[in-house]
């Protein structure tokens, strides 16, 4: 869904970041349309967070163009800046003051009255469920409190976008899945989201359309679902070994006619099926026996691993 006047929230085309010779991001290409949560996926250093950090207005465009909401980062940084929400990697909060203080000296860089943020600030210290918390100083907090506060302030200025930055990085699996309901909320009321990841499992949770980003640049894009059907097979196979001397140099014999691919990696062997139980049954009937077998739906891990030839976490 464009907005109103046709056009996409954000657009790039031929985007490029360099810093000296190294070519962070690599002439990307992509589009960002009212109301939908859109990813980017890829490990550290494949230019997502540099590609943030140019749609932000914080670091300039080597070459290419940039359009947010129309507008020229370099001309209207300062305008789009205001109609931005941003959740950096890094949680920049005060930890000298209180929690609600925190949310009402963000809101005044935005030019809000006090008489609003105050209302403001008890409204998002709800929806982030840190209502008891308000008075308290910020430094005790755990680690995903923190998160979800700086969430919170990032919305002050009731923002067209809200850009989130590994969202969920250092927090526990309790904790990353209480920010991933904050976000579905979020998503749920039309906030349109972009975020970037290197957390397969949370780019399914919360995109409806992603990038996959690999060396600075685009290696494939669709939703979640197309991108799987695309790359992958319905389903996988997990051999393990006790160890080397047990596992084969050669797959070819014990998978023949039974899966579309083998993927040998250190700890592990993956076989690339739409039928898994079957797949393993037949390997185990021509008298392959690994320690484990776990036959599980293929993710973006899969997609990452067929497109790149390597794991999205090393």
């Not at 050669?250 to 083998?262: I, N």
Request: proline residues 4%.
């Amino acid at each position: 869904m464009a907005n109103q006047n046709g056009e996409s929230l954000i657009r790039a085309r031929g985007l490029v970041k360099r810093f000296g010779e190294l070519a962070a991001v690599d002439s990307v290409d992509f589009d960002l349309q009212r109301g939908e949560a859109f990813g980017f996926l890829g490990p550290n250093g494949a230019g997502k967070t540099s590609t943030m950090r140019m749609i932000g207005c914080v670091s300039p465009v080597t070459d290419g163009t940039l359009s947010v909401f129309g507008l020229d980062p370099a001309r209207d940084g300062v305008e789009i800046r205001g109609r931005l929400g941003v959740v950096p990697q890094e949680d920049s909060l005060d930890m000298e003051l209180t929690v609600r203080e925190n949310i009402i000296v963000y809101g005044r860089y935005f030019g809000l009255p006090r008489s609003v943020l105050r209302k403001r600030a008890d409204e998002l210290l709800e929806f982030v469920e840190l209502t008891d918390r308000a008075k308290d100083r910020v430094e005790p907090l755990s680690g995903g409190m923190k998160r979800r506060l700086t969430i919170a302030r990032s919305l002050v200025n009731d923002p067209e976008v809200l850009l989130l930055d590994e969202p969920t990085t250092g927090l526990d699996p309790q904790a990353r899945h209480v920010v991933w309901d904050r976000l579905y909320r979020l998503k749920r009321q039309g906030v349109t989201l972009l975020l970037t990841t290197h957390y397969m499992d949370e780019a399914e949770q919360l995109c409806d359309r992603l990038v996959v980003m690999d060396k600075g640049k685009i290696v494939a894009e669709g939703s979640p679902r197309e991108l799987i059907e695309r790359y992958s097979t319905r389903e996988v196979v997990e051999l393990r070994f006790e160890d080397d001397d047990k596992r084969p140099d050669d797959f070819g014999y014990w998978t023949d006619g039974l899966v579309s691919r083998v993927e040998p990696l250190p700890d592990r062997v993956l076989l690339y099926t739409d039928q898994g139980d079957a797949a393993a049954h037949g390997i185990h009937e021509r008298g392959l026996v690994p320690e484990s077998v776990l036959v599980r739906r293929s993710t973006l891990e899969d997609v990452f691993l067929h497109l790149t030839g390597r794991t999205l976490i090393e």
